[in-house]
Structure formats: structure tokens, C-alpha cells
């Protein structure tokens, strides 16, 4: 059974950054689409990042759009989001995601969550304003 373990969490002040990581126990293909997502107090787990073959083929939710990236690198099984400029409303428990298998190239662009088939535990990242 694929294990993905989150890292990096913590409390920082507003404008301060944070970097998450993402671990799998074992290989993860290159194509498959790997993301984060995070679940604020009182609201709905919501897309933040996804990256499917490379740098190069990243999209964002809007709000974080400017200020947050997501990489990886396959030889470590890892992929990461660097968080920069953040914001109190950046509170939340992020989980990293990846779908091990084909996926329509929306599903992944728009962080479709039931196409998601492995989870994180998830790490809390709390912004004091």
C-alpha cells in the first residue's frame, strides 16, 4: 500500500513562507498527477496545487496564484509546495494527493478530488496576521 506523508507545517506570521513536503513510501510514476489541497476550519477541503509532468505543467487556485509553487522531484518520490507572501487566510491542514493512474488533463488542471486516489495524513500551516 502507497503511504504519502506530509512535512514542513507550522506557525508563521503574515508575509512569512513555509515549504511543504510530500513523501511516497514507493516509485510514483512521472505522468501521474500529484497535488495539494488544504481544509480550513469550518470550510470545504479545496485544490491548491497540481503538477503532472513537470514544472512546466502547474496550475493554481486563484488565491494563491503569485505566491505559492509547486514542484517535485521523482527520484525522491517528493513533491513540494514552496509558500511564500502568506496570508491568515492560508490557515488550514494541507494534504498532499497523487492519482495513480490516467487522468483526463482537466481532472488534474482543475484538482478534481475524486480523481485523487492516495492521501496524506496532512500537516497544519497556521498565518498569524
Known amino acids: 500500500q502507497v503511504r504519502l506523508v506530509e512535512s514542513g507545517g507550522g506557525s508563521v506570521q503574515a508575509g512569512g513562507s513555509l515549504r511543504l513536503s510530500c513523501t511516497a513510501s514507493?516509485?510514483?510514476?512521472?505522468?501521474?498527477?500529484r497535488g495539494w489541497f488544504r481544509q480550513a476550519p469550518g470550510k470545504e477541503r479545496e485544490g491548491v496545487a497540481s503538477?503532472?509532468?513537470?514544472?512546466?505543467?502547474?496550475d493554481y487556485a486563484d488565491s494563491v496564484k503569485g505566491r505559492f509553487t509547486i514542484s517535485r522531484d521523482n527520484s525522491k518520490n517528493s513533491w513540494y509546495l514552496q509558500m511564500n507572501s502568506l496570508k491568515p487566510e492560508d490557515t488550514a491542514i494541507y494534504y498532499c494527493?497523487?492519482?495513480?493512474?490516467?487522468?483526463?488533463?482537466?481532472?488534474?488542471?482543475?484538482?478534481?478530488?475524486?480523481?485523487?486516489?492516495?492521501w496524506g495524513q496532512g500537516t497544519q500551516v497556521t498565518v498569524s496576521s
Open positions: 494527493a497523487v492519482a495513480r493512474r490516467y487522468l483526463p488533463t482537466s481532472d488534474c488542471r482543475n484538482l478534481v478530488q475524486s480523481a485523487f486516489d492516495t
Open positions: 514507493e516509485y510514483i510514476a512521472s505522468s501521474y498527477c
Open positions: 503538477i503532472e509532468r513537470g514544472i512546466g505543467d502547474t
